[in-house]
């Protein structure tokens, strides 16, 4: 699903990198980790961070959607990108993410990045 990286790279202030290996990229905002995907796998998946009352209720109404894979379980979701969550809710989770990570900001650098939505 090459629109991970679409609607993750859309965001201000979002940078790409690969700290974990070759084809694992890692979407941050301002330095904070929002999304981590991995394309390569089959069906591919992506973890992001979420609200912990949505990530449960995500949990719950689907089964791909799991505790994060690697990370804090509480904070984050894997979604297994089988098509079972549609595309645009994949979407708008990786924006959710974003905004998770955005809210970690210091002030003056969540209201840098915030300015720049228009």
Not at 78 to 104: C, F, M, N, S
Request: negative net charge; charged residues 30%.
């Amino acid at each position: 699903m090459e629109s991970v990286r679409a609607v993750a790279s859309e965001l201000p202030e979002v940078t790409e990198e690969e700290p974990f290996g070759e084809g694992v990229p890692v979407f941050k905002v301002a330095g904070k980790v929002f999304a981590i995907w991995a394309p390569n796998d089959e069906p591919g998946r992506v973890t992001l961070k979420c609200d912990p009352n949505l990530a449960l209720e995500l949990r719950a109404q689907y089964e791909s959607v799991t505790p994060g894979y690697h990370t804090n379980k509480r904070l984050w979701n894997t979604i297994v990108l089988d098509g079972t969550v549609p595309a645009d809710e994949v979407a708008e989770l990786i924006r959710h993410a974003w905004e998770q990570a955005v809210a970690t900001l210091r002030k003056a650098d969540r209201d840098r990045v915030l300015r720049q939505l228009g």
